[in-house]
């Protein structure tokens, strides 16, 4: 067995790394073949991910559904090296985080999203329509704490998080989802509100790895057909 040790505390089962897989435009896959051989890779190859490869893979991420569609979701793409190196000590050193060609910090930020009502509901509808909805999100939300309404809008952007882990690897590339790093210092590191929730830094390339064999469920231990 190998383990790495970064990986170590998030792996409860034992796993093998069994060579290189494939990437890039030929290794695209349709999302149920995706879903089946999507891996953490914690090891990539000096192999660049361009900015239009990033921006089709956060578009298509945005794809995902949000409650009253509110897509509270945000996304910082770091490629800096020296950022990167100060993310992978704030990471406990994972070394995904200095590697990766990309890291992908998503974040959900509920105070931006009500501050901007106006432009988060859907433009068809009509001005009166538009007004009433927009009270009613402002009463909803309004009443929450700010940090009620952080935690509800990292429940949306971990949708948009599955999107982009399966999205990333039916397009030929490789992904690590981590939430094992210091979020006051990440934070700081990336500029990120203090108000908002931290939903996961992804690294994001090609990978020089296989990543662990999966370990999954059946579906009986999981589901109760009533
Ligand atoms: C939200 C989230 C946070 C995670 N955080 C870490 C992490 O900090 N470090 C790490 O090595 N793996 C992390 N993982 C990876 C999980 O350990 C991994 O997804 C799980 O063991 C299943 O393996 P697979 O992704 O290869 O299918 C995280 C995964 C998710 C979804």
Do not use: C
């Not at 067995?1 to 093998?16: L, P």
């Not at 060609?101 to 509920?110: C, G, I, N």
Request: hydrophobic share 45%.
């Amino acid at each position: 067995m190998i383990r790495s040790d970064s990986a170590s505390a998030f792996i409860t089962t034992e796993h093998e790394i069994a060579g290189t897989r494939s990437s890039g435009p030929e290794a695209r896959r349709s999302a149920a073949d995706a879903a089946l051989s999507r891996r953490s890779v914690r090891a990539y190859r000096d192999v660049p991910v361009t900015d239009d490869e990033v921006r089709q893979l956060l578009t298509l991420t945005g794809r995902a559904p949000s409650a009253f569609n509110l897509q509270p979701w945000r996304f910082i793409v770091v490629r800096d090296q020296a950022t990167k190196d100060r993310l992978q000590a704030a990471a406990y050193g994972q070394k995904q985080v200095g590697e990766a060609p990309v890291v992908l910090a998503m974040y959900a930020d509920m105070e931006d999203t009500m501050a901007h009502l106006d432009e988060v509901v859907h433009p068809d509808l009509p001005a009166e329509k538009k007004a009433a909805t927009i009270a009613m999100l402002e009463r909803n939300f309004g009443s929450m704490t700010a940090e009620a309404r952080g935690v509800w809008a990292n429940t949306q952007a971990n949708i948009a998080l599955g999107y982009l882990l399966l999205i990333a690897e039916s397009e030929g590339f490789h992904t690590s989802p981590m939430l094992g790093f210091d979020v006051a210092a990440t934070k700081g590191i990336l500029g990120v509100p203090a108000h908002a929730t931290i939903t996961a830094l992804v690294a994001l390339g090609h990978g020089a790895e296989d990543g662990f064999r999966s370990h999954r469920h059946e579906v009986d231990r999981v589901a109760r057909f009533v």
